[in-house]
Every structure is written in structure tokens, then in C-alpha cells.
């Protein structure tokens, strides 16, 4: 009979393009991005009613071409 150890590992998808990244540990990957725009979700009178927080984890290709949009549309 053998016994094989199978070491806990976490699995990141990124919200993006549903790639995955599998690692030892809990922390986000390196190369990987957070990305949060913290905003209100409004009525339909234009009131703050709720949290409308966007939070995503990104991998490295997801994450330049968001932080490529949002340049080009704040860019002057």
C-alpha cells in the first residue's frame, strides 16, 4: 500500500478571462491585480441607497488592459 500527501493549495480565477493560478498560499499572486472602485449605488431619485462597490481580481493581462481604459478615458 502507498500514501501519497496531497499539499492544500488555493485556486485564483480571474474575473476577467476565467484564467486560473494554483499556490501554497492565500496571498493574491505577485503579478496578479485588485482592482475596487468604491461608488453608491443610486435610486432612481439619484440617492445613496446601497454600496455599489466593484472589487475584482485580475490576472497580469486582464489588469493592463483595464488600467489601459481607464488612462485612455481620463486621459485630457
Avoid at 500527501?5 to 485588485?34: A, T, V
Wanted: hydrophobic residues 35%; contains cysteine.
Amino acid at each position: 500500500m502507498a500514501i501519497k500527501e496531497i499539499s492544500k493549495s488555493y485556486i485564483f480565477i480571474c474575473d476577467g478571462c476565467r484564467k486560473e493560478h494554483r499556490q501554497e498560499h492565500l496571498r493574491r499572486p505577485s503579478h496578479w491585480m485588485k482592482f475596487i472602485l468604491e461608488r453608491n449605488a443610486l435610486d432612481y431619485q439619484g440617492h445613496a441607497v446601497a454600496d455599489g462597490t466593484i472589487k475584482r481580481l485580475l490576472c497580469d493581462v486582464c489588469g493592463e488592459k483595464i488600467g489601459e481604459a481607464i488612462n485612455k478615458v481620463v486621459s485630457l
